[in-house]
């Protein structure tokens, strides 16, 4: 028996650790889909996506929709492993090619960041480094960074990779440029721990003054602009800049 579409979302909000703005969006999308879909909740496909999802939105909507749409069928196959995803992941327009809540900075730009950040001196300096590698030249997002645990963090012989969390569910792993990688051993060794939230061989990368989790909403647009604030050239734009505006720059260990 096909489990009901609306104990699935209940269920999957209740169990996702998102903020009160997110849940209360991704809620409304999900139950609009419901309503568009009918019946053919389970037997979806990736046409009937993309044509709600692309209907009357902007490109920031249609990828909040499809993201909504991932964790939601994401979460329903825990309760049976058959039923298929119709949001495909290359459905969701990728994040360099949405409009940033203000813009990404240029290439002469991000190398004067970069530049700022190796010479921050602010409270934490090293977590705030890791950070800002992290974001602007691994492409991601701020809760992207914050969702990182110690184990998502991959040291293999030649190369070291990261398990990172996708939007809407699901993971993957991706490379991490010597230079990231660098930063984050810098970090670590002055990374705060308190049980039971984190320990020096358990819990979150990047963590707050009490070893717990960073909050991924404020904490890193805030340390990202005190950071742009401290450059000379920087120093006029620092207040516009934001997380996904960083993630969407083309970063200086990136080709192209």
């Given amino acids: 028996m096909s489990p009901d579409p609306h104990e699935v979302l209940d269920d999957w909000l209740r169990r996702t650790p998102f903020s009160e703005s997110t849940r209360a969006a991704y809620r409304a999308e999900v139950r609009a889909w419901l309503a568009f879909v009918g019946e053919r909740t389970w037997c979806a496909e990736r046409t009937d ?10 490109p920031r909507t249609k990828a909040r ?11 329903a196959q825990t309760y049976d492993a058959f039923i298929d995803n119709p949001a495909a992941r290359d459905l969701r327009p990728p994040v360099a090619h ?17 530049s700022a950040l190796d010479h921050y001196t602010g409270p ?5 480094r890791a950070l800002g590698h992290l974001i602007l030249a691994m492409n991601l997002r701020a809760h992207q960074a ?9 040291r293999e012989r030649h190369r070291t990779t990261a398990r990172v ?12 440029p010597p230079p990231v990688a660098l930063a984050v051993d810098d970090y670590l060794p002055h990374r705060r721990t308190a049980l039971p939230h984190s320990s020096p061989d358990t819990g979150s990368l990047l963590t707050s003054n009490r070893g717990r ?14 950071v742009a604030a401290t450059h000379p050239l920087l120093a006029e734009i620092a207040p516009t800049i934001t ?13 192209g």
Avoid: N
């Fill in 165 to 176: 969390q996708l939007k809407g569910g699901g993971s993957e792993i991706r490379a991490v």
């Fill in 49 to 58: 996506v993309d044509t709600w999802s692309a209907d009357g939105a902007k």
């Fill in 65 to 75: 929709r499809i993201s909504s749409l991932r964790g939601f069928y994401h979460h």
């Fill in 124 to 128: 934490l300096p090293h977590r705030t």
């Fill in 146 to 154: 914050v969702a990182l645990d110690l184990d998502d963090w991959i």
């Fill in 98 to 114: 949405l409009p940033p809540g203000r813009p990404a900075l240029t290439r002469p730009q991000a190398a004067l960041f970069l």
């Fill in 243 to 255: 997380c996904d505006g960083l993630a969407a720059t083309p970063g200086p260990f990136r080709p």
């Fill in 213 to 226: 989790r960073l909050d991924s909403h404020t904490t890193p647009t805030t340390l990202m602009r005190a």
